[in-house]
């Protein structure tokens, strides 16, 4: 037994025992049929008898279930930074988060195309309890993040968390994908929590907790959507926390999510790769003494790199001139696309609902406001 079983996703050598395990079930014949609609069933057996890794299932099956999820619900992604990266490079890959399987998956289907090694990615236990669903996200090379646990708990599951992620980078040589923070970003305010980065550190056996995220190679990820598919969704959520109330999550929530997400309208899509945060940490050493205040400053640099990186749409300004009741960027839009994001706005939103209409125009005014912020701080 490996002290990460409890944890980690599957070896290579699990692989075929795994997928034999769900080929029968009926959300895996709905998603090979979404996926293969022309292959006969000569074709699919060939397809999958052939699958004996994780890189396997990724290049022979997944790569082309995000194709056809792209090419139904989005007008293509563009890239910038991918040109930067060590094909066998390991990095620790941190991103802002919108999605819960979309960021992750098509970072790495970029990943594939551009040659460079796909990511073990950090997914909340809470999304994959049924166990179809984590024997799915174990073949796709997911690694679970406990929720709901105890103070005690928390640390000893954050301790493991934290030598997983070394050991993958490490040992294995294996890039890894985590988000900045935990839950999706539900207000456009993209930003890193220092807990995510202590974590990250528990796993340190330096002196100087920053030369050990040196270490680690950390690049910061920008996605962004043109529209947020799962948008609406995101309001109750929003709404409690601006009437600073508790949110209770509906029963089959996440699975709605994931599938809105998934097949809901997205538009265009850009995702941008950062450089090494390297020189940044060495300027953290020197003017920060207590370990508190550097994780802090590191979160910042990530904050401030994400969201310069971070590319704006048209529904951004057209939000922002909206929110601000101005004609700011009007040259960023042309009048039909602010009346189809009024009009898209009117079908998601009560416009009688105030504090609804605010917060959903804030998710894409937000990004706008934040990269001002950060040209107009250089």
């Not at 290049?59 to 056809?68: A, C, E």
């Not at 563009?78 to 998956?105: M, W």
């Not at 804030?362 to 990269?371: D, I, L, W």
Request: no cysteine; glycine share 4%; charged share 30%.
């Amino acid at each position: 037994m490996s002290k990460f079983d409890s944890i980690r996703h599957y070896h290579d050598s699990e692989v075929q025992e795994a997928l034999s395990s769900i080929l029968n079930h009926p959300m895996f014949k709905s998603l090979i049929a979404f996926t293969f609609p022309e292959k006969s069933e000569t074709e699919l057996k060939e397809i999958f008898s052939s699958i004996n890794s994780i890189d396997d299932f990724q290049s022979k099956f997944v790569y082309h279930s995000l194709q056809r999820v792209l090419a139904i619900s989005s007008e293509g992604v563009t890239t910038s930074g991918f040109e930067k990266l060590d094909p066998d490079g390991a990095y620790l890959y941190i991103s802002n988060h919108r999605d819960i399987l979309l960021d992750t998956s098509l970072l790495n289907v970029l990943l594939m195309e551009h040659g460079k090694k796909l990511t073990a990615s950090a997914i909340g236990d809470n999304l994959v309890k049924k166990s179809f669903v984590l024997a799915l996200a174990r073949l796709n090379r997911n690694f679970l993040v406990r929720r709901g646990l105890s103070p005690r708990e928390l640390l000893m599951s954050s301790k493991l968390m934290s030598e997983f992620i070394y050991h993958m980078l490490s040992d294995e040589k294996r890039p890894v994908w985590i988000a900045q923070r935990e839950g999706r970003t539900k207000d456009g305010n993209d930003a890193t929590n220092p807990g995510v980065l202590k974590m990250i550190g528990m796993a340190s056996d330096e002196k100087d907790v920053m030369d050990y995220f040196k270490k680690l190679k950390i690049v910061p990820v920008s996605i962004s959507y043109e529209y947020d598919p799962t948008d609406k969704l995101k309001m109750p959520q929003l709404l409690a926390q601006l009437k600073d109330e508790v949110y209770i999550k509906g029963k089959n929530e996440d699975f709605v999510n994931i599938m809105s997400g998934l097949l809901g309208q997205k538009k265009h899509i850009h995702i941008h790769i950062g450089d090494v945060i390297d020189s940044e940490i060495d300027v953290i050493k020197e003017e920060f003494d207590s370990s508190n205040k550097q994780v802090q400053a590191l979160a910042n640099v990530l904050d401030r790199e994400i969201i310069s990186n971070y590319k704006l749409w048209p529904t951004n300004y057209i939000a922002y001139d909206v929110v601000h009741k101005s004609n700011k960027f009007e040259n960023k839009y042309t009048e039909n696309e602010k009346q189809v994001f009024l009009k898209r706005l009117g079908l998601r939103v009560d416009k009688e609902n105030e504090p609804l209409l605010q917060g959903f125009l804030a998710m894409y005014s937000n990004p706008v406001v934040n990269k001002m912020k950060y040209e107009n701080e250089s």
